[in-house]
């Protein structure tokens, strides 16, 4: 085992990110566990090494109950190498993102109650003048009594420098970060408030309100609205659904401060459900006309309206169809009927019966499958034209399904072309450099100018496509994609370009 500052020993890694690694070790001196914190070796000896020193004595000044107490800071020789490392209170329970996967989306009484525990240690901290910088659920560690427990305090502002950004690395965690911070502009306590309301929200849908690649979420934040909570399906009460979008506000001006959040959120936390208080004992049931109002009934209500008010304009437009369609069918009769006659000749000479009934076949499979995989509004224009593509174009669609002359280069293997980089991407990232052409890999460099971007993935899964449209040697394929790193999830939605090279697709740029 590994000895620090010929004090703590080193038992076993238990986690790592982009510039640091955390070892759970024990206190020799003190006979007590520890988590040591240890900056990666080639920014030990450097002016952040120095800044993050500097800020875990800083955080080490904070006493709160909620926040994580940092014990030591210094500089010792770790693994051959001079590094700067900080040593804090070892909390076991893991952290809130792994809380929430365990159990899923939090309760509301639950989510006030951990909430008002973060807010009341940020409130201590920015009383002090300490900004946090870059809170999210990975940074609130749950005890054994799942409490939550604030930790990382300073660390962000000590990498906040030139070093911080090397090789595309971002300060904080874009997911999380207030539209300030991801515009360069100073970051003030509401910051901070901003950050624990995107964690809130995530707590409560299961979802953070953003997704996409990075540039996406940042401009998210900086110009898109949140979708509110219960519009995804979460029975939240609709107080705390307010507070968490008052800390989402794009001004910070318009963010409650971190005292007042625990305030609020304390009041919420103790306060009884509205349909649990003071009813009369036996009450005889109410009737249609008595019956009470909910925030689910006032929903379902709102949504039968608009349901009514759109079948009573199907049904307007449907009267000035019928009314429409004689005098339009009146005006031009005889050229109606030899289109007609000329669609139906042309029909019959091109598809068979048993034709027409393939045909047929595919577009309810196509619109099976589009149902299955969509699983929400957004997503059914795409099947749709998909489908319309497939029923009306079929001469195109058989003709994707056979091999081509040049060895089968067709658009089936370039969508599997697609499918198998980001397969290899998940699970050897050197191995996704292979996927691109010989002209994209001269234009990139080094093979770790693609494979970096991969080194965070767990995996992959394809939310739309690959679909592919061939020109010749060449094939554009469109997809989307939802990428699960260790600290964050991308949705990115790209277009390949991909050529012909030894007999294989290869992938030429993404855009």
């Known amino acids: 085992m ?3 500052a010929n004090r703590f020993v080193l038992e076993k890694e238990i986690g ?22 240890i900056l990666k070796a080639d920014l030990g000896g450097t002016d952040v090494g120095t800044r993050f020193q500097r800020e875990g004595r800083t955080a080490a000044k904070l006493s709160h109950p909620v926040i994580v ?20 209170e070892y909390v076991p329970g893991g952290d809130l993102k792994d809380f929430v996967d365990e159990h899923g989306a939090l ?26 910088r870059d809170i999210k659920p990975h940074n609130i560690l749950m005890d054994e009594k799942d409490r939550p427990r604030l930790t990382d305090f300073g660390i962000a502002r000590a990498l906040d420098s030139s070093q911080a950004t090397r090789t595309g690395a971002y300060l904080g965690t874009a997911l999380y970060s207030a539209p300030e911070q991801l515009k360069g502009e100073k970051v003030t306590p509401k910051s901070d408030v901003y950050s624990l309301g995107v964690t809130l929200y995530e707590a409560a849908t299961g979802v953070v309100p953003f997704t996409g690649s990075t540039i996406e979420v940042a401009t998210q934040h900086v110009n898109k609205e949140p979708t509110p909570p219960v519009e995804r399906g979460v029975d939240l009460d609709a107080g705390l659904e307010a507070l968490i979008l008052a800390c989402l506000a794009k001004d910070p001006n318009d963010r409650p401060s971190a005292e007042a959040l625990q305030t609020r959120l304390a009041a919420l936390k103790s306060s009884p459900a509205p349909t649990k208080q003071t009813a009369p004992a036996a009450p005889p049931p109410p009737t249609t006309q008595e019956r009470p109002s909910t925030p689910q009934s006032s929903e379902r209500l709102r949504r039968n309206r608009g349901l009514l008010a759109l079948l009573a304009l199907l049904a307007v437009l449907a009267v000035i169809g019928a009314l429409a369609i004689p005098s339009l069918l009146n005006s031009d009769t005889n050229d109606s009927a030899s289109r007609d006659n000329k669609d139906q000749n042309k029909a019959a000479s091109d598809k068979s019966p048993d034709a027409n009934n393939a045909d047929a076949g595919k577009a309810d499979a196509n619109d099976a ?13 795409v099947v749709t034209e998909q489908t319309t593509e497939q029923t009306t174009q079929p001469e195109k669609t058989q003709a994707e399904e056979q091999p081509d002359e040049s060895g089968g280069l067709n658009a089936i293997a370039a969508e599997q ?4 980089h980001y397969a290899a991407a998940a699970d050897n990232p050197d191995a ?14 080094a093979p770790e100018a693609w494979t970096g971007q991969f080194g965070t993935l767990e995996q992959v899964e394809f939310t739309r496509g690959p679909t592919a449209q061939v020109d010749g040697d060449t094939a554009t394929v469109s997809f989307s994609t939802r990428a699960t790193h260790t600290d964050r999830v991308d949705e990115p ?18 855009s």
């Open 432 to 445: 996704a450099w292979d996927f691109l052409s010989s002209r994209y890999q001269n234009e990139l460099g």
């Open 369 to 381: 499958d589009g149902e299955n995989a969509s699983g929400n509004e957004q997503d059914q224009p």
């Open 69 to 88: 107490r940092v014990y030591d800071a210094g500089e010792s020789e770790f693994e051959g190498h001079e590094t700067s490392y900080i040593v804090m």
């Open 2 to 4: 590994e000895r620090l």
């Open 16 to 37: 790592s990110g982009g510039m640091s690694r955390v070892f759970l070790g024990r206190d020799e001196v003190l006979d007590r566990p520890v988590a040591v914190k």
């Open 107 to 132: 309760p509301g009484a639950r989510l006030a109650a951990i909430g008002e525990s973060v807010a009341a240690g940020l409130a201590h901290a920015h009383e002090r003048g300490i900004v946090h």
């Open 493 to 510: 939605s790209p277009t390949a370009t991909l050529v012909q090279e030894n007999g294989e697709w290869k992938i030429d740029g993404l």
């Open 417 to 420: 072309t697609i499918r198998d």
